[in-house]
């Protein structure tokens, strides 16, 4: 049995309000697929990610069927979205713009370890509390510079498993 040949189109779409007009609507079209559906699906699956710009993958085979393939938004993204933010800090380092749990930083570091290059999670989780500090975010009521120190202290290792 043959193998399907696929195209692949990728967009970034706001969570759960993808529509049928650009981008995607004009390149998904002349393949004679039904956008709405392909739409509806996407939007169904970035649900979760409302407020939020986020990357997907559009497969068509050329039976005419599709796969949708969500990507996690940037980390950058999540940590505001944790703590209900829509920007950081203008001036990251001198000026904090909010306060996120280190439990926070972890369930952000699992979501996201697979598509980072941290060989462990407390890798992982060093770099969303380094994106926290590029951000304005305190860990903890403290900085990030502070709470980097106390993982390599082994401070957090309870909560790192």
Do not use: H, R
Not at 7 to 15: R, T
Not at 75 to 86: D, F, H, M, R, Y
């Amino acid at each position: 049995m043959a193998e399907k040949e696929k195209k692949a189109f990728n967009f970034i779409v706001p969570g759960g309000e993808a529509n049928a007009g650009p981008p995607i609507g004009p390149a998904l079209g002349p393949l004679a697929l039904n956008v709405m559906q392909v739409v509806k699906k996407i939007n169904d699956l970035t649900a979760d990610y409302k407020g939020m710009k986020v990357p997907v993958s559009v497969e068509v085979y050329s039976d005419k069927t599709f796969n949708v393939v969500v990507k996690l938004p940037p980390t950058s993204a999540l940590i505001l979205k944790e703590i209900g933010l829509q920007k950081g800090s203008a001036k990251a380092g001198t000026e904090w713009a909010g306060n996120i749990s280190f439990d926070s930083v972890v369930k952000i570091a699992k979501s996201k370890y697979d598509n980072t290059s941290a060989k462990t999670l407390k890798g992982a989780i060093k770099m969303i509390v380094g994106t926290c500090a590029s951000l304005g975010i305190k860990v903890e009521n403290k900085t990030p510079e502070e709470v980097l120190a106390e993982i390599n202290s082994g401070a957090f290792d309870t909560k790192v498993s």
